[in-house]
């Protein structure tokens, strides 16, 4: 059962990473620096964007520094992870452990790879800051799964 229940983990993880490389080849392949096409009756707004950096940019002047941090948590949260999957119980930690490093490694893979991510979809709001926010499916992943790590380990004794 364990092992079957840990083949269902690394199938999400796997699946997350090659849906995410998926949409950003085809972002690459498909969609011109600064265009922006809206979709979801408009809610969305889809574009291509290069962070060089981390969150929001940020270390974006210090990529190397940002790449080699990301590429030691991705190897931290993978030990923790598996550590993890050795014991009974604690499935909402584990699922988060699973979105988690999901978003991690598409988005270090880009660094490593690409030497940068790529971003792409951000949200229609009336806040002209937050429209300028641009996301990938692998950032919603690390923060929902961060925030189920936080309240699974929280709810685990």
């Not at 699946?15 to 809610?43: P, Q, V």
């Not at 949260?77 to 490093?101: D, E, M, N, P, R």
């Not at 799964?145 to 004794?157: D, I, N, T």
Request: charged letters at 20%.
């Amino acid at each position: 059962m364990e092992r079957e229940e840990s083949m269902k983990y690394l199938a999400v993880i796997l699946g997350i990473f090659g849906l995410e490389t998926g949409i950003k080849n085809y972002i690459e392949r498909n969609k011109e620096e600064g265009s922006e096409d809206l979709k979801c009756g408009g809610a969305l707004i889809i574009r291509r964007h290069h962070n060089r950096g981390a969150f929001l940019n940020a270390g974006q002047e210090r990529q190397r520094v940002v790449m080699i941090i990301s590429v030691l948590l991705a190897a931290l949260l993978t030990v923790l992870y598996v550590i993890t999957l050795g014991h009974a119980g604690k499935g909402l930690l584990k699922w988060g452990l699973t979105l988690l490093l999901g978003g991690a490694y598409t988005n270090t893979y880009d660094r490593v790879a690409r030497k940068y991510v790529v971003d792409y979809v951000s949200f229609n709001v009336p806040f002209r800051w937050l429209r300028r926010i641009i996301f990938n499916i692998g950032d919603f992943c690390i923060m929902i799964g961060a925030l189920m790590s936080v309240l699974g380990y929280c709810s685990a004794e």
